[in-house]
Structures are given as structure tokens and as C-alpha cells.
């Protein structure tokens, strides 16, 4: 089975500061990790994935995350905060890509202080 | 782009009513579901459907039904809906090229009194 565990319901940062959100993983094979945003009244768009290949992986509107199979994370990172990146995120994993769904973590809401 | 399109963004119905809950795609995709969004809990899948007229429970699937009558569209229903799926209800469409990829659409928030 898999599971996905993030650390931190709510995360607060100021504008320019470093935004790191967490996310460990459960399961017994390489999954395929996901990192999804909400903003409000929305639904989910895709930030970033790891399939294979480079563990280091760079998503839109400069967030990154880096697979660490040894640590089982795959945190998600931005070098400096907007105010716009104020949302919901969500890491998600799979194990089946041809079939089963995602499944998600409880998600992280990041507030973004001026 | 990929478009997932639910045709209720709002709905307001009262206990014990039947609600239906639409969800179009225009990416010939296969792969379609059903999430429950809530407070804290995250994303849990209701049901999803890997071709038409098929389906499969997901984790949740207590007092909902689906159906896949066409491959574009998926449709989530509440039989009889009760206060406890008060909720946002989210639909996807899995993408062809194997990378787990899920497409969702804007989500249908459900109040149920």
C-alpha cells in the first residue's frame, strides 16, 4: 500500500523568504511522486512530478522538489515567497501510472505575509 | 489544454434529495474519478472508471453511485444525500502517457441542510 504523510497543516512565511513544504512518502517500490497546488475556489493544477531519471525536478512558477528515495521525502521548495503563491499543496503518489489514482496527502496551506 | 469541466460549481439540496454531479472531458482520456475534498483529510477517492459502463470503488464509496455512459462523461450520484456529504467533490481524468498525471476540473461544492 502507499501513503503519503505532510508535515505541517499550515506553514507561514514572509514574502522573500524561503518556502519549504513537506512530504514523506510510504512504499515498498519507486512511486511516482506528485506535488499539486489549489488556490482558492479552484481545483488542482500540476506543479511538478517525479517519474525516473532526475531526482532533482522543477515545476512551474519556480518551485522544485528532490526525490530522496534514502529518506523517503519529496519536499517542495521555492527560493523566495510571492504573495501569489498563497494556496493549498498537495503531494500525491502512485505506484500503478496506467490505471489507480493518485493518492493524496492531508495537504499544507501556505500563507504568504507581506 | 486539457479540459475537465464540472457543470455545478455550486450546489445547495436539502437531506434525502437525489443529486447528480456532471463531469465532461475533452481529452479522450479513459481514466476518470471522483474525489471528496475535506478540511484536513485531503483528497479520498469516491469511485473511478477505466472505460465506459466500467467502474471501481475507490476508498469512500459508501452512499454514492457513478456512471459511465459515455467516455467523456463520468457522473457522481447521491442516492439519498445526507449532511455528511456536505462537501467539495472533485472530478479527474487521468492522462495517456503513463506519468500518473491527473487533470481536475474547478470542483462542485455540495451543501446539503
Same mark, same amino acid.
Given at each position: 500500500?502507499?501513503?503519503?504523510?505532510?508535515?505541517?497543516?499550515?506553514?507561514?512565511? &514572509? *514574502?522573500?523568504?524561503?518556502? #519549504?513544504?513537506?512530504?514523506?512518502?510510504?512504499? /515498498?517500490?519507486?512511486?511516482?511522486? $506528485?506535488?499539486? @497546488?489549489?488556490?482558492?475556489?479552484?481545483?488542482?493544477?500540476?506543479?511538478?512530478?517525479?517519474?525516473?531519471?532526475?531526482?532533482?525536478?522543477?515545476?512551474?512558477?519556480?518551485?522544485?522538489?528532490?526525490?530522496?528515495? &534514502? *529518506?523517503?521525502?519529496?519536499? #517542495?521548495?521555492?527560493?523566495?515567497?510571492?504573495? /501569489?503563491?498563497?494556496?493549498?499543496? $498537495?503531494?500525491? @503518489?502512485?505506484?500503478?501510472?496506467?490505471?489507480?489514482?493518485?493518492?493524496?496527502?492531508?495537504?499544507?496551506?501556505?500563507?504568504?505575509?507581506? | 489544454?486539457?479540459?475537465?469541466?464540472?457543470?455545478?460549481?455550486?450546489?445547495?439540496?436539502?437531506?434525502?434529495?437525489?443529486?447528480?454531479?456532471?463531469?465532461?472531458?475533452?481529452?479522450?482520456?479513459?481514466?476518470?474519478?471522483?474525489?471528496?475534498?475535506?478540511?484536513?483529510?485531503?483528497?479520498?477517492?469516491?469511485?473511478?472508471?477505466?472505460?465506459?459502463?466500467?467502474?471501481?470503488?475507490?476508498?469512500?464509496?459508501?452512499?454514492?453511485?457513478?456512471?459511465?455512459?459515455?467516455?467523456?462523461?463520468?457522473?457522481?450520484?447521491?442516492?439519498?444525500?445526507?449532511?455528511?456529504?456536505?462537501?467539495?467533490?472533485?472530478?479527474?481524468?487521468?492522462?495517456?502517457?503513463?506519468?500518473?498525471?491527473?487533470?481536475?476540473?474547478?470542483?462542485?461544492?455540495?451543501?446539503?441542510?
Amino acid at each position: 500500500a502507499q501513503s503519503v504523510t505532510q508535515l505541517g497543516s499550515h506553514v507561514s512565511v &514572509s *514574502e522573500g523568504a524561503l518556502v #519549504l513544504l513537506r512530504c514523506n512518502y510510504s512504499s /515498498s517500490v519507486p512511486p511516482y511522486l $506528485f506535488w499539486y @497546488v489549489q488556490y482558492p475556489n479552484q481545483g488542482l493544477q500540476l506543479l511538478l512530478k517525479y517519474t525516473t531519471g532526475a531526482t532533482l525536478v522543477k515545476g512551474i512558477n519556480g518551485f522544485e522538489a528532490e526525490f530522496k528515495k &534514502s *529518506e523517503t521525502s519529496f519536499h #517542495l521548495t521555492k527560493p523566495s515567497a510571492h504573495m /501569489s503563491d498563497a494556496a493549498e499543496y $498537495f503531494c500525491a @503518489v502512485t505506484l500503478d501510472t496506467g490505471r489507480r489514482a493518485l493518492t493524496f496527502g492531508s495537504g499544507t496551506r501556505l500563507q504568504v505575509q507581506p | 489544454d486539457v479540459k475537465v469541466t464540472q457543470s455545478s460549481r455550486y450546489l445547495v439540496k436539502r437531506t434525502g434529495e437525489k443529486v447528480f454531479l456532471e463531469c465532461v472531458q475533452d481529452m479522450d482520456h479513459e481514466n476518470m474519478f471522483w474525489y471528496r475534498q475535506d478540511p484536513g483529510l485531503g483528497l479520498r477517492l469516491i469511485y473511478f472508471s477505466y472505460d465506459v459502463k466500467m467502474k471501481e470503488k475507490g476508498d469512500i464509496p459508501e452512499g454514492y453511485s457513478v456512471s459511465r455512459e459515455k467516455k467523456e462523461r463520468f457522473s457522481l450520484i447521491l442516492e439519498s444525500a445526507s449532511t455528511n456529504q456536505t462537501s467539495m467533490y472533485l472530478c479527474a481524468s487521468l492522462t495517456g502517457d503513463h506519468t500518473g498525471e491527473l487533470f481536475f476540473g474547478e470542483g462542485s461544492r455540495l451543501t446539503v441542510l
